[in-house]
């Protein structure tokens, strides 16, 4: 038997769509899509800051608990839709854990996600840099406490960002390890300050504090953002998945990693066909 061709084909398509439509009479009944809430919380004098929550599918239907998702730079006008969206698909497919979201709106990023002042060119066009333990203090003050009082968490957490939010989180992992269970920073920008956190990064773990796992990649920034990722992943050690990835950009790499690093942080039992491409595959470069 053979099929019409696809002009043909589209056509009847076309044809069939424009009659269910017509006999379909319209409707008023325009129904909002709530796919989370938003709690405005108090970050400054003056200063209010958003902090949206996805609740996973299921959650309003059972009396069952879930890990966290701290998210950094989870704005509704950030990257809380697409790490959402994300999730969610993960999930789906069992690929990760179904989590509780948490996006933490981020104003002045240079401020609250840098720790240092940087070198004296950054210090003049970044004039406001290297205020990171404020907004980490907001995080362990006002975010954490509100979600775990708020909403059925299970005593798992995890947090999650890029560029300069993945800076914030590999220095986070360094400075107050025990603030979240895993990390996944990428393509941190490792290269600020003249990589002087990645550069003290053996001297901090020193300390015999317990760090949990951190996810970290780099795409094709040049050699001062793969080294600096490089050097910090050796004073990880087994507790570092580094994941190279110099066949994307700063622009490409959080879309393409983003169900890998989730993946990372709540990992699933399940046994996935090698041709889906699930892996996460870690390397251990110094």
């Known amino acids: 038997m053979r099929l019409p061709a696809l002009p043909v084909l589209l056509a009847m398509t076309a044809s069939a769509w424009t009659a269910a439509s017509a006999a379909a009479p319209a409707t008023d009944d325009v129904r909002p899509i709530t796919i989370g809430e938003t709690h ?22 059972t009396d069952g608990r879930y890990p966290v998702l701290y998210l950094i730079d989870g704005g509704l006008s950030q990257d809380f839709l697409h790490v959402t969206g994300t999730s969610a698909l993960n999930a789906l497919w069992g690929r990760s854990k179904p989590a509780i979201v948490v996006g933490i709106e981020t104003k002045d990023r240079r401020a609250e996600l840098i720790g240092t002042p940087g070198n004296a060119a950054q210090r003049k066009q970044f004039p406001t840099a290297g205020k990171s333990a404020e907004f980490r203090a907001f995080l362990h003050d006002a975010v954490k406490p509100m979600i775990e009082a708020d909403y059925r968490t299970n005593g798992e957490d995890a947090v999650m960002g890029e560029s300069l939010a993945g800076l914030f989180i590999a220095e986070t992992w360094l400075v107050e390890p ?36 951190i996810y970290l990649t780099y795409s094709n920034e040049g050699p001062e953002t793969e080294q600096g990722a490089e050097l910090f992943a050796a004073a990880a050690g087994d507790k570092a998945c580094l994941v190279p990835r110099t ?26 066909d090698p041709d889906w491409g699930f892996e996460v595959t870690c390397s251990k470069k110094s």
């Open 40 to 61: 405005m919380l108090a970050y400054g004098e003056g200063d209010i800051r958003e902090v949206n929550v996805y609740l996973p599918e299921g959650y309003a239907q």
């Open 178 to 213: 025990t603030l979240f269970d895993r990390y996944a920073a990428i393509d941190a920008s490792l290269w600020w300050d003249e990589q002087s956190l990645a550069r003290s990064a053996a001297r901090s773990v020193a300390d015999g504090k317990d760090r949990g796992p």
């Open 247 to 272: 066949d994307l950009t700063h622009a490409t790499a959080y879309h393409v990693l983003t169900p890998q690093a989730l993946q990372f942080l709540f990992p699933t039992a399940n046994t996935h």
